[in-house]
């Protein structure tokens, strides 16, 4: 059996196993055998001294008897969870039952022996037990990069249009009235409902996000309010919907916009009652969870057309968020420009870099139509195609491919003029944006080499967009 160990201090610990029986031929027999295969033994001869032992010292493994004097293994197994102690405790009778195996697992113990045992059945058990740790602690290091991943992290901005975001984010974000935040593609508006829910009361519950237009209607409806099974054709199980999924936490929906009319109307009804029907269920659930919207649609707009509901946008508009574009808070920019910088440098593992005065002026200078997405884009080509050290005015304009800001902030990037073909006898706007649509996902495709992701930061549209729209365009 290869032991598992652990490194302190720059060599490999063996693991440390606490014996704890009230026969000494037994204690000596396993201490023997345990220590040849490379571990750490400490011996007690009943759970009263194992107790005194574990106040002193840690140990990962506790190979105990049940039956002993003074103290027994389950009632060691008791203190041993009231006073969380850690360590992996198996336990090991000469007189077990059945009830008994149950009710020490019912205590916290991973496992149950029988004796007598062979070598190679403790062994084997210690191995499954120290893979089911490093699982553990895998699943613990994987959980918190994903928190990590899914939290905000500190919010960079030296412009007073920001500064009073976050105030009304401090504000607001313990209370569980729905929110609106507004504002251009790319501006920030999903890391503001995340400060939302991660600064307030729900931090430790579910944030769920959704666009509401990279989704096809007819899915639509299913993904937010579930469905029952048999409730159409794919239905083959139950299945929660994402509102559900968010319960006690925040449902982030993005593009609200795009959000059907029939959609609407259900979506107000949950907003005013607190409860909801799964497609093709009788049963009504009430669910707790606060909603924060987005849109980079003027919604008033909407609704005298009846593209939007009057009364969902009254509800939903009970805080209003509104994240201005870049180009109005230009102050940022170097602040936004260093961070990028520096995180990609971190992340692709190359040499400290930095922006020349001249290059940092025309990022200023520039008026990111993308907003804060497309300067990350052209941060992150800057570290992967540039050297290190500093980067020069040229360097910029060279990995812009020849777009810098003009006097006035004015992009000079080459262009392509897209053609596309329209009846002068039957005009349709719609199949002319849809061809328009079409050109212009093929081009990002081929500029990033067919990366799905890099193409829909390029456009300024989500992936699960592209998807969708890429399918709907039989585009491979």
């Known amino acids: 059996m290869r032991r598992r160990a652990t490194r302190t ?5 063996a693991d440390r196993i606490l014996v704890v029986d009230d026969e000494e031929s037994m204690r000596d027999v396993l201490k023997r055998m ?8 400490s011996l007690a001869e009943n759970g009263k001294k194992a107790l005194a032992l574990m106040e002193k010292e840690r140990f990962d493994y506790i190979l105990c008897d049940i039956r002993m004097p003074v103290m027994g293994g389950l009632e060691l197994l008791r203190e041993i969870t009231s006073r969380k102690i850690p360590g992996t ?5 000469a007189f077990g039952t059945v009830e008994t195996a149950v009710e020490a697992m019912k205590l916290g113990a991973y496992d149950y022996i029988s004796k007598p045992f062979m070598s190679d059945e403790i062994l084997l058990t210690l191995r499954k037990a120290q893979e089911r740790e490093g699982l553990r602690k895998e699943n613990e290091a994987l959980r918190e990069e994903v928190e990590r991943a899914v939290r905000p992290g500190k919010l960079l901005y030296a412009s007073r249009a920001m500064e009073d975001v ?37 931090k430790d519950s579910p944030f769920v996000a959704i666009n509401c237009g990279a989704i096809p209607e007819t899915l639509l409806e299913s993904e937010l309010f579930g469905h029952r099974k048999g409730a159409f054709t794919e239905a083959k199980s139950d299945r929660a919907g994402l509102i559900e999924k968010a319960n006690g936490g925040t449902l982030f929906l993005d593009e ?11 979506l107000l009804r949950f907003l005013q009652e607190g409860e909801l029907r799964r497609l093709g269920d009788t049963e009504v659930r009430k669910v707790n969870v606060r909603i924060v919207a987005a849109t980079a649609r003027e919604l008033e707009q909407e609704i005298p057309a009846g593209s939007f509901r009057e009364d969902l946008y009254y509800r939903l508009n009970v805080i209003r968020i509104h994240v201005s574009p870049l180009r109005e808070r230009r102050e940022d920019i170097p602040l936004l420009a260093q961070h990028f910088l520096a995180t990609f440098c971190r992340k692709f593992r190359k040499g400290e870099m930095r922006f020349s005065p001249e290059a940092m002026e025309t990022l200023t200078g520039h008026d990111w139509r993308g907003n804060v997405r497309e300067l990350e884009n052209l941060i992150e080509r800057c570290v992967l195609l540039g050297g290190e050290g500093e980067v020069s005015l040229d360097q910029l304009v060279s990995i812009w491919e020849g777009g810098v800001a003009g006097e006035k902030g004015g992009d000079r990037s080459p262009r392509l003029i897209i053609r596309v073909p329209v009846s002068v006898v039957d005009p349709d706007l719609k199949n ?4 328009m649509e079409r050109q212009m996902i093929r081009l990002a495709l081929e500029r ?3 990366s799905r992701p890099k193409a829909a930061e390029l456009l300024g549209i989500s992936h699960p967009a592209l998807l969708y729209k890429a399918k709907e365009y039989g585009i491979n």
């Open 448 to 450: 990033t080499g067919g």
């Open 256 to 266: 609200i916009g795009e959000l059907p009319i029939m959609l609407q109307t259900k």
């Open 166 to 202: 976050v105030r009304m984010v401090e504000k607001v974000k313990d209370y569980d009235t729905t929110a609106l935040v507004t504002g251009e593609s790319g501006t920030g508006k999903e890391l503001i409902a995340r400060m939302l829910h991660y600064g307030g009361m729900r």
């Open 432 to 435: 002319a944006v849809k061809e």
């Open 34 to 41: 345990l220590t040849a295969e490379g571990y750490n033994v």
């Open 9 to 13: 201090g720059g060599r490999m610990a």
């Open 89 to 93: 405790a198996i336990m090991m009778s």
